[in-house]
C-alpha cells in the first residue's frame, strides 16, 4: 500500500497534536511514509515536537518525523500539506479583536475589521506557501488549507494562485453537525446536510439520515436551546469554553427570529453584533481564552516535559478539528468522492449568487479536487446578506493587490458589523498602526 510523505505547514499550531493523533488514528487505511512539521518559528515548533513525538511514539513508533524551518526540507516530494499558518500569532489575533472593540464595533478574529486585517496578513504568505509547495512538492499533491480568515484566503487565492492544487477548508460545519447529532442522539457520520453561503456565513437547509428529514426536530431544538446540548463538555472540549457555550446559545435568538434555516454560529457577529458587543469584555477576548487555555496548555506540558520527562497526552484539543482533515485528505487520497462542506468557486452552483464568489457548499471530495452539488436558487434575504459580505471579501482582496487605501475602507464600510465609514476610518487606521510590517502597504 502506498505510504504518503505529509507537511504539516504552521506545525507549531496548538492543533498539531490533535491533528497527528487523528492521522494515526487511520494509519492502517491512510497510512504514512513520513511527517514532517514546518513553522517559521522554530523555537515554537521544537516545542509542540515534543508533543506531537510522544504522540507518535504512542501510536505509531516506527514513523518517521522531521521538523524544519527550511522549506525545502519541508515539501521536497510531499504529497498533502495540510496548512494552518495563524500570521501574526495570537499576540496579533488579540489587537484584532480589541481595537474595533474600542470602537463598540465586534471584535473577532474572522468577521468584521479583526477579520479583515487577519486576512491582509495572510494573503501574501499564503501565496508564498503555495509557491514553495509548487517548487518542491510532488506535483499531484494537495494543500488542505484551514489558515484563516478561510473565506479572505479562498477568494485572494483564486485571484493570485488560480492553479494552485488548494481546497480550503473550515471545521465549524462539522462541528455544527456534531451538535446537530447529539441533538437527535445520532452518529454525527449518518446526518447528510445541505448548506449554502460564505465561509463564516452559511445556513443549514436539510438534515437527512437514512433518508429520512430530521431537519424539524433540529428546528425544534434550536428555537429553544441553540445549538447547545446538554453536557457540551463530553461532545467536545474546546467547545465547551464558555465564549463557545454563549456561540451555541445565541443560535437560538436567531433561529427565534428566522426559523427557516439553521445559521452557522458566526453569523452571530453580523445578526446580534450590537449584542455580542455589549457581552464582550474589551479587556478579556477569546484571544486572551485561548492564550491562557489552549495554548497554556500545551506549553505547560512541554515545561513539564523538560522537567521530568513526562508528556500528559490530555493536554491538547482533539476531535472533529483533526478528523475533518484527514477525511478530506483521505477522500482526495483514494478518490472516495465523500460528499463534504468545503469551499469552491461558485460556477452557478447557487443559481443567484455570482459566478465568481468562494461559496461553501457541499461537494464531493474526489481525486481531482471538489465537485460540487448544485444548490439553485436562494431567497432574498440570505442571496443579499451574502451578497453583501462577498463585497467585502472581494473589497479587502483587490485592497492587499492594488495596495488600495480606499478599497480597505470600503470593505470595513460595508461590513454589516461597522456602523459608519467614520467608523470604519477610525478603526482602519488604528490597524494600520497595529499591523506596521504585516500588511502590504496602502496609499
Ligand atoms: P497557533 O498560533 O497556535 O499556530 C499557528 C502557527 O503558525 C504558529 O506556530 C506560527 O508560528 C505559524 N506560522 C505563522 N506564520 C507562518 C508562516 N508564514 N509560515 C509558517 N508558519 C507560520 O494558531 P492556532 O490557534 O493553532 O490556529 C492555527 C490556524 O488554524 C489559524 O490560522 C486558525 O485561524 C486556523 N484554524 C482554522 C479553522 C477553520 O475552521 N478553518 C479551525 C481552527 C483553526
Ligand atoms: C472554529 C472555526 C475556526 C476558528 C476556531 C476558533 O473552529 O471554524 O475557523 O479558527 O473556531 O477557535 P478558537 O478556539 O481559536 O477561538
Ligand atoms: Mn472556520
Redesign the pocket.
Given at each position: 500500500m502506498h505510504k504518503f510523505i505529509l507537511t504539516i505547514?504552521?506545525g507549531?499550531?496548538?492543533?498539531t497534536p490533535g491533528i497527528v493523533k487523528s492521522l494515526l488514528a487511520k494509519k492502517e487505511e491512510f497510512p504514512l511514509k513520513e511527517l514532517r512539521l514546518?513553522?517559521?518559528?522554530g523555537d515554537?515548533?521544537e516545542k509542540v515536537a515534543i508533543i506531537v513525538k510522544e504522540v507518535v511514539k504512542e501510536f505509531a513508533p516506527e514513523l518517521k518525523v522531521l521538523t524544519t524551518t527550511d522549506p525545502e526540507t519541508a515539501f521536497s516530494d510531499a504529497e498533502f500539506i495540510f496548512a494552518?499558518?495563524?500570521?501574526g500569532?495570537?499576540s496579533m489575533r488579540e489587537q484584532d479583536e480589541k481595537i474595533p472593540l474600542r470602537y463598540g464595533v465586534v471584535g473577532q478574529?474572522t468577521c468584521g475589521p479583526g477579520g479583515l486585517a487577519y486576512g491582509l496578513r495572510t494573503i501574501y504568505?499564503m501565496a508564498e506557501?503555495i509557491d514553495l509547495v509548487e517548487k518542491y512538492a510532488n506535483p499531484k499533491h494537495w494543500i488542505v488549507n484551514?489558515?484563516?480568515p478561510?473565506a479572505v484566503v479562498a477568494e485572494a487565492m483564486k485571484k493570485l494562485r488560480p492553479n494552485a492544487r488548494i481546497i480550503n477548508?473550515?471545521?465549524?460545519p462539522v462541528a455544527t453537525i456534531r451538535n446537530m447529532a447529539a441533538v437527535i442522539g445520532e452518529d454525527r457520520n449518518k446526518l447528510v446536510v445541505d448548506y449554502f453561503g460564505l465561509n463564516h456565513f452559511g445556513w443549514f437547509t436539510k438534515v437527512t439520515v437514512d433518508g429520512v428529514d430530521r431537519t424539524d426536530e433540529i428546528r425544534k431544538h434550536a428555537i429553544k436551546h441553540g445549538l447547545l446540548v446538554e453536557d457540551m463538555t463530553k461532545v467536545d472540549a474546546q467547545h465547551s469554553d464558555p465564549s463557545w457555550i454563549k456561540n451555541w446559545k445565541n443560535i437560538q435568538y436567531m433561529m427565534e427570529m428566522f426559523p427557516d434555516y439553521i445559521p452557522n454560529p458566526y453569523l452571530q457577529y453580523y445578526l446580534l453584533g450590537d449584542s455580542i458587543v455589549e457581552h464582550t469584555n474589551v479587556e478579556h477576548t477569546r484571544a486572551n481564552e485561548?492564550m491562557e487555555g489552549r495554548?497554556k496548555r500545551i506549553f505547560d506540558a512541554v515545561d513539564e516535559y523538560n522537567r521530568t520527562g513526562e508528556v500528559d497526552l490530555s493536554s491538547f484539543y482533539t476531535g472533529v478539528?483533526g478528523q475533518f482533515i484527514v477525511d478530506v485528505a483521505m477522500s482526495l487520497a483514494y478518490n472516495l468522492r465523500k460528499r463534504f462542506l468545503v469551499m469552491v468557486e461558485n460556477k452557478g452552483a447557487v443559481m443567484n449568487l455570482p459566478e465568481d464568489a468562494m461559496v461553501e457548499i457541499p461537494a464531493y471530495i474526489t481525486s481531482d479536487g471538489p465537485e460540487p452539488i448544485r444548490v439553485g436558487e436562494i431567497p432574498t434575504f440570505y442571496k443579499a446578506l451574502i451578497e453583501q459580505q462577498y463585497a467585502v471579501e472581494k473589497l479587502i482582496v483587490e485592497a492587499a493587490i492594488e495596495h488600495s487605501y480606499t478599497k480597505a475602507l470600503m470593505a470595513l464600510t460595508l461590513s454589516k458589523t461597522v456602523p459608519s465609514a467614520f467608523k470604519a476610518k477610525e478603526i482602519l487606521d488604528e490597524l494600520i498602526k497595529a499591523n506596521k510590517g504585516y500588511w502590504p502597504e496602502l496609499n
Open positions: 505547514a504552521g507549531g499550531s496548538t492543533y514546518y513553522d517559521n518559528d515554537r515548533q494552518q499558518m495563524r500570521v500569532k495570537n478574529e504568505p506557501l484551514y489558515s484563516n478561510a477548508i473550515c471545521d465549524m485561548v495554548e478539528h
